[in-house]
């Protein structure tokens, strides 16, 4: 039987750059906000297959601004453990709610980020048109809104 854990990574380690591109698919992006985010990895008997970056970006809220699971590891209920890892974490640093955002192809992830209790409270019109240099295409779809989406306690 397999070990899970999750952890902090080390101000020492490198950021796991394979896992965070498959969330965002550009570098130059996860180097603006990964600076000042806490990073969380998930390992598997010691291999890391998941990760999330976490911001403060307002008092009392969090963002979690990149959050991925290695693809054959994907559909083991991994996204939801990190996420709810992320949940807790921000309830015990004093966060009153938590924040994503996701492109409006990414059918799966808005199905995950819903069923985890967050909820949609706006859209940012072409955001994947004005900040991404290459079209995204999801599920066949084009990826040009960012879809928030918000949970309190």
């Known amino acids: ?15 796991p750059y ?10 130059q992006a996860i180097d603006a906000y990964a600076g000042r985010s ?3 990895v998930l390992e598997e ?11 403060a970006t307002r008092p ?9 699971v290695r693809e054959d590891c994907q559909g083991r209920g991994l996204g939801r453990k990190l ?20 492109g409006n192809s990414s059918l799966n992830q808005l199905g995950l980020y819903q069923k985890c ?3 949609v409270v706006g859209v940012e019109t072409d955001y994947f048109v004005k900040h991404y240099a290459e079209p995204i295409v999801e599920n066949g779809i ?9 949970m309190e306690w």
């Open 38 to 40: 806490t990073c969380a």
């Open 117 to 119: 209790g967050f909820r």
């Open 83 to 102: 996420i709810e890892h992320a949940v807790q974490c921000c309830k015990e640093l004093g966060y009153r709610a938590v924040e994503i955002g996701t």
């Open 60 to 68: 009392k809220t969090a963002e979690i601004m990149n959050i991925a």
């Open 18 to 27: 394979r896992l965070l591109l498959l969330a965002d698919p550009e570098r």
């Open 142 to 150: 084009p990826c040009r809104d960012m879809i928030r989406l918000r």
């Open 45 to 55: 008997d010691r291999q890391v297959i998941g990760v999330y970056l976490l911001l």
């Open 1 to 15: 039987m397999s070990k899970l854990r999750i952890r902090s990574i080390g101000e020492d380690e490198e950021l």
